[in-house]
């Protein structure tokens, strides 16, 4: 083992000759320190590293996984896996986020760089050990110190470089089902949402638009002229984003198949020739996304698409996804055919139905295909985490040399740590189950610590029907989610806004006005997490120290100022909350209303009938609040609320930027401080920007301790 310090608080510890996976740049200085901190070592044919914890300690991470943001009690596997099956007992989902951050009398972090097989077992096997097997002896393991979990977080963030920002738009609500699969299809929504008065900025585009799922086609007669829709869309006020799978279709004459052939952009079978796997389109061959050249030539393929005038891009199937390959469908039918005319008994029985079943995403398809990398091949299960991280790599980069200024929505279903800098990411083909409304609540500040801040997961659950009560429920968590996509899957109940009865579309259309009122702030909440390498949605116990809140697994700090505390059981109209100090409660049924409520802190019990979301604003802050139009362009932004509770002072910093290009980069972005002062009965109100802003005028509404409520307005000068 050697030992490289990269800074006062992050060292490197390296096993072995571990295989470059460009997540971490900075390779630090060597330094002499045989013993690695915290944990113990055993090694055999792999790392191990032992941690034994205290009884609090808590253990935050891992990304996208299952169980509570506390991660004790749960065993997880990072391996990026194809499973649209959560439920609890499973180990991987898309994603392989090889971070946890232990916090307790000691706190560090720590994070396995390494692409294959990592086990994080977390006070399973034994309720207070860790146990991190990683699969194999080559490999570097960072370890991060700091005395906040928020501190070891930004040190973490800081390693892995610069995060994504969205266009702005991507904050609007965007309306997705597999399939709208033709133009008419696609009318229909578009027409449907503008008729009930459902503000939205973006339809999606599932596999169907492509010829044959070919990637970067369209079908021509879903889509007789597909630039003139595009554009009649965003006339209409609807952007388009299609999705884009990784496997490349086999047919002669088909472009970026002969291309990728020719030029040997391929991954290889053990014969050297490109290897056949089984999606969408049938057999596929993967584009080896980990060599810089194939990137290159496959993200600007997004050029064309790009020209038509699309500005959004979701990247599918990227684990990647195997349907079965030859080797595996010969197998199963050969055992079929073994098992023809015969008795079959429990064990015959099962064994001839797994193999079908095992026939999908199997260990050994992933074992038998290779990698080019500088001229050395590397077998792909041994880098499997890499190859979602470099399918989204290639589209980011292909965006930047397309149009280097401009700022696309990406997102992608797998990933590792590190794809962050590329893109978001939705949590996959989750179910309408309310379990599934919880486990989104809880994944979101688990993805935050692993640098995703572009989250969120299907709205209304993609697989089987999603009633109006769930729809409803799980809007009133989405509509704090940078990501806010309703999609469900082919076969399922229709649950796009207006599906439900008119009531429910009556409400669905309140919150979804309720979402565009608080873009500003969520978009300012968001730009400066992501400046400032620090979460969005965070755990209570990153703010609050007492034990309540250090348990607390069904409330989120969303940015500075306010909490949530979403409602996630079916015909729940109310729930118990915990105030870890004095709060002031917005019942939101219509933005425009303002139905504020001190409470004091402790556990309270609420009432949440289902057309009403609380907000929680806390002492000292102030909420920013805009209005709602037909999609985020529509609105002019010149006019804002400011919701705040105040004890003496509150305080804010809003921030604003163009929300289209990367100018925010080179510090092309307005703060604008705001600051109210109690004054005996009145306030003193003061703002100081450090740019030009679109606020005209701002209402204040700022309540104090008695729940007395002050109203001011404040106008802005024209020229600061
Ligand atoms: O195997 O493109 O997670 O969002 O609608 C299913 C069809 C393939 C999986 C994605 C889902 C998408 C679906 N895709």
Redesign the pocket.
């Known amino acids: 083992m050697k030992t490289f310090k990269i800074n006062e608080k992050i060292y490197k510890y390296r096993f072995g000759h571990p295989l470059a996976t460009e997540i971490v740049w900075d390779s630090g200085e060597e330094i002499l320190k045989s013993e690695i901190d915290y944990f113990q070592k055993v090694t055999d044919e792999k790392l191990r590293l032992i941690f034994k914890m205290e009884p609090d300690d808590i253990v935050w991470g891992l990304g996208e996984n299952q169980k509570g943001m506390n991660k004790r009690g749960g065993v997880y596997l990072s391996y990026c896996s194809?499973d649209?099956n959560h439920t609890p007992d499973k180990k991987s989902l898309y994603g392989a986020h090889n971070f946890i951050l232990i916090d307790g009398k000691t706190k560090f972090g720590v994070f396995i760089d390494y692409p294959g097989k990592v086990v994080f077992d977390i006070g399973n096997g034994h309720k207070e050990i860790i146990e991190i097997i990683v699969d194999t002896l080559d490999v570097d393991v960072y370890m991060i110190r700091g005395n906040q979990p928020r501190e070891i977080i930004h040190e973490f963030l800081q390693l892995i470089g610069e995060g994504y920002a969205p266009p702005k738009w991507a904050f609007g609500y965007q309306q997705s089902r597999?399939s709208y699969p033709d133009q008419e299809a696609i009318d229909e929504v578009a027409d449907a949402l503008i008729k009930h008065d459902i503000p939205c900025d973006a339809i999606y585009l599932?596999?169907d638009y492509m010829k044959d799922f070919k990637d970067f086609t369209i079908n021509t007669e879903r889509f007789p002229q597909f630039k003139d829709f595009v554009y009649a869309m965003k006339e209409k006020g609807f952007r388009l984003v299609p999705?884009i799978?990784a496997g490349v279709k086999i047919e002669e004459g088909y472009e970026v198949y002969e291309e990728g052939v020719e030029k040997g952009h391929f991954c290889l079978d053990g014969e050297g020739n490109p290897f056949v796997a089984a999606v969408?389109p049938g057999k596929v061959h993967f584009p080896d996304f980990l060599s810089p050249k194939v990137r290159r030539w496959f993200g600007l393929k997004y050029k064309e698409m790009i020209e038509y005038g699309i500005d959004g891009f979701w990247n599918?199937?990227n684990e990647p996804?195997i349907f079965y390959t030859n080797r595996g469908l010969k197998a199963a039918i050969e055992k079929a055919k073994a098992s023809e005319n015969k008795n079959l008994d429990i064990y015959s029985f099962f064994s001839l139905k797994d193999v079908f079943v095992q026939m999908s995403n199997a260990l050994e398809d992933y074992q038998s295909f290779y990698h080019n990398l500088n001229g050395k091949l590397v077998n792909h299960h041994t880098v499997h985490n890499l190859y979602g991280y470099n399918m989204t790599r290639a589209a980011a980069e292909g965006f930047s040399v397309i149009d280097p200024n401009k700022r696309f929505l990406l997102f992608s279903?797998a990933s590792c740590i590190g794809a962050h800098r590329y893109g978001g990411v939705w949590t996959?083909?989750n179910h309408s189950w309310w379990e599934h409304l919880l486990l989104n609540l809880k994944m979101m500040p688990s993805l935050n610590m692993c640098g995703f801040l572009y989250v969120g997961a299907?709205t209304g659950g993609?697989s089987g029907d999603c009633h109006a009560q769930l729809m409803i429920r799980w809007i009133q968590l989405s509509l704090f989610t940078p990501l806010f996509r309703n999609?469900s899957?082919m076969g399922t109940r229709r649950q796009e806004p207006y599906a439900y009865d008119q009531e429910s579309t009556g409400i669905i259309r309140e919150m979804i006005r309720l979402r565009y009122a608080i873009v500003p702030y969520l978009y300012a909440e968001y730009m400066k997490a992501l400046m400032a390498k620090d979460v969005y949605f965070s755990p209570l116990a990153f703010t609050y120290q007492d034990g309540m809140s250090r348990s607390v697994e069904d409330q989120l700090l969303v940015g500075e100022s306010i909490m949530i505390t979403p409602i996630y059981q079916e015909n729940a109209l109310g729930r118990y909350v915990w105030l870890p100090e004095d709060m002031l409660l917005w019942t939101v049924d219509r933005y425009q209303e303002r139905k504020l409520k001190v409470m004091k802190m402790g556990h309270h019990y609420i009432d949440v009938p289902l057309n009403q979301v609380p907000i929680f604003i806390r002492k000292s802050k102030l909420l920013i609040l805009g209005t709602h139009g037909r999609n985020m362009d529509s609105i002019d932004g010149s006019e804002i609320s400011i919701i705040g509770f105040i004890e003496d002072h509150a305080s804010y910093i809003y921030y604003e930027d163009d929300g289209e290009t990367k100018a925010y980069l080179k510090g092309k972005y307005t703060k604008i401080f705001i600051n109210v002062y109690r004054k005996n009965d009145d306030l003193d109100i003061q703002v100081r920007l450090t740019g030009k802003t679109k606020i005209k005028k701002m209402h204040f509404y700022i309540v104090d301790m008695e729940g007395n409520m002050i109203q001011r307005i404040k106008i802005l000068n024209e020229s600061k």
């Open positions: 194809d649209p597999w599932d596999i999705i799978d969408w599918d199937m996804a279903r996959g083909d299907d993609f999609h899957a």
